[in-house]
């Protein structure tokens, strides 16, 4: 722990003109998954994979932000270290839940054995005030994987079932193919194997080779009030799919019911979010006595191996969190939008206006490097929002009916440099665009499609522009910097 402080007390990176306003990234290091969201007294307390010394040494943490309004993230010391003999490896991914006053964070130990052998043990941390976090004597909880498993058993999402507790874990079969397996616990210490996640249709007895980061949430769909049952999950070794799953590692979902361990979906694993960068969200933990809410996901803004990245070289930190982002559930489709949040937005000069194939700059975002622009277009024909500079670094979305086009390969980013996707072909298309200095995510009619990039830009000179032949019905942004 004193190391990673050490760490943290020498880090350059909010000095670097890359480094997020609202969005969490690292302190100094590597930043992976969102762990253990937790929403208790009114505060959102976000975990993560954290690595302080990376690139040098690989030992994961948990690092720990928290936020009142979600715009000003607070940065704490690290929670968990690598310090026992189940966790040595890496404090690996999991969930939080509220139970007997307490937080509870289970979490998987990765240990590599003295050949390098992987195994996987499920344990858990407990804290009352979120300063000291005490690991259970009991640890680990679950040692290893059950028969028909392989160690590349991880990552527990932890809610109550009614009568006690359910753990979704993300396995994979002695086959090398992905599943989830679920557990239950009357008193989050004890586990016992239920058994695996079953699906009627054929096709998820072999669907990629392991699963990553399940999360499995009910919510009713906003067409029909009907309940279902989503199930968030990480399937790795799946896609492309046309247009979708175009990432190293992809992620998505299953809306459908769940009797038991029996999920039967109603549609397709659909993708949840099409940009170059998204991977293992996980859903908050509202604690007993908050106000309802919708549940509210925090994805991460990187992929496995893609860690070259200029804020690394420069700066020695590297990766980033989504905005929080309220899910709802509409004719099926899991709709996502960023929870709105202090700031009222200001309607902009171009609300109203003709753009007539011309490109207009934004003059109220001139050289405003962090903020949520809400854009209502009537498409006629083809048209664009440029973000960054016209003769410099800049991303492109170009939108035509029924499709987007994104396009960075002019930024200082080495990973893929353009996308195309389908959006909904519609007469008016609502854009939101959160940009956050190097983090852009955008949000396509009311959340229907979500896009999240890093868009290395240039510092100096930055402007936002519109262009094309459509005419911009209504403009607002909310400067946050
Ligand atoms: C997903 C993941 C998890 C694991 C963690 C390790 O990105 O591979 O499965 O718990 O990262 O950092």
Redesign the pocket.
Known sequence: MDAAQRAIGESRASLDPDYPRFHIAPPVGRL??PNGLVVIDGVYHVFY?FGPFFPRDKA?YWGHASSADLVTWRSHAPAIAPADWYDRN?V???GAVVHDGRVWLHY?G?VKDAEGRREAYQCAVTTTDFEHFTKLEANPLISGPPEGYTAHL??PYVVPDGEGFAMYL?AQRADNTGCVLAYHSDDLVEWRLVGELTFPDERYASYGYMW??PNLLRLPDADTGEEYDVLIV?PQGVGPRGDEFRNI?PCGYLVGHLDGTRFTPIGEFAELDSGFEF??PQVFTVAPGEPEQPPLLVG?LGN?SEDGQPSLAEHGWVHALSVPRDLTLRGGRLHQLPRRIAGEPTLLEIAGSELAGEARELPELAGVRSFILDLSVDQRDAWSLRLGKRDGAHVTLAFERGALTVDRSTTRYPHGGVRRLAVPDLDRLDVTVVHDRSVTEVFLAAGHTAFSLRSYLDPDGFSVAVAGDAAVANAAAAVLE
């Open positions: 992976n998954d994979q994961i890496g690996y991914s999991g998987t990765n991880r990552d993300g990553e980061c990480c590692f991977y293992a991460w496995g």
